[in-house]
């Protein structure tokens, strides 16, 4: 049982303990962490590329879990693209490309990104509570820094309009795949709003309730 490349578990210590003639209770939980020990300073880090503030910040945000979900596994190369896909299981998914342009290889970031059609889609999210339209560096930094412009409704926070984006994008990504439904960048559009008028609605009440009391 071989670990996989990059992973932190390795296993042969657990599999050389199981031999024969050898007592279970001398294989107990403190043994094999002292066994395991020398592969812990070789094991990656959950967030390399994060600090402890901005993990902070990311778990302070008020997101939905179905949300916090889909940013936390892109942050880390989880999210099942198409490149990622192909690599595990090439028999079954033939191509790495976009299936939605079919111009580029479906990296984490073309898949949540950078395919023109989801381009459209933070442009005119950008423009609409932003004010201004993205460089490709602005939606990076926001995506894996949290470094956010100013909304300009300061009563939204930033974090509020760019996960439901997020989430939008993957709703209608996977209804093209799973039910045929084209992937319109209006339409898009239309479910982010409809999310972001909500975080609005809950935030305005929240205050409401906060100058009451």
């Not at 880090?45 to 994060?50: D, K, Q, V």
């Not at 299981?89 to 950078?114: A, D, G, K, R, Y």
């Amino acid at each position: 049982m071989p670990p996989r490349d990059g992973s932190p578990f390795d296993f042969d210590p657990f599999i050389s303990a199981l031999v024969l003639g050898k007592p279970w209770s001398r294989l107990s939980t403190r043994s094999y962490r002292l066994t395991c020990s020398h592969h812990h300073a070789n094991a990656q880090l959950l967030s390399p590329h994060l600090s402890p503030r901005q993990l902070h910040s990311f778990w302070s945000f008020a997101l939905p879990h179905w949300a916090r979900n889909v940013w936390f596994r892109s942050l880390h190369n989880k999210l099942s693209c198409r490149a990622l896909l192909h690599h595990i299981m090439p028999f079954t998914v033939f191509s790495p490309l976009c299936n939605i342009c079919q111009m580029s290889i479906e990296t984490q970031e073309h898949f949540l990104l950078s395919c023109p059609l989801k381009s459209a889609v933070w442009l005119g999210i950008w423009l609409e509570f932003f004010g201004t339209i993205p460089p490709p560096s602005a939606l990076s930094l926001a995506f894996t820094s949290f470094l956010f412009p100013p909304t300009l409704n300061p009563s939204i926070p930033a974090a509020s309009v760019f996960r439901p984006t997020i989430l939008a994008i993957w709703d209608h990504h996977w209804a093209l795949h799973f039910n045929s439904a084209p992937f319109l960048p209006s339409l898009v559009l239309a479910t982010a709003r409809k999310s972001i008028s909500r975080i609005y609605s809950e935030l305005e009440l929240d205050s409401a309730d906060s100058s009451l009391a």
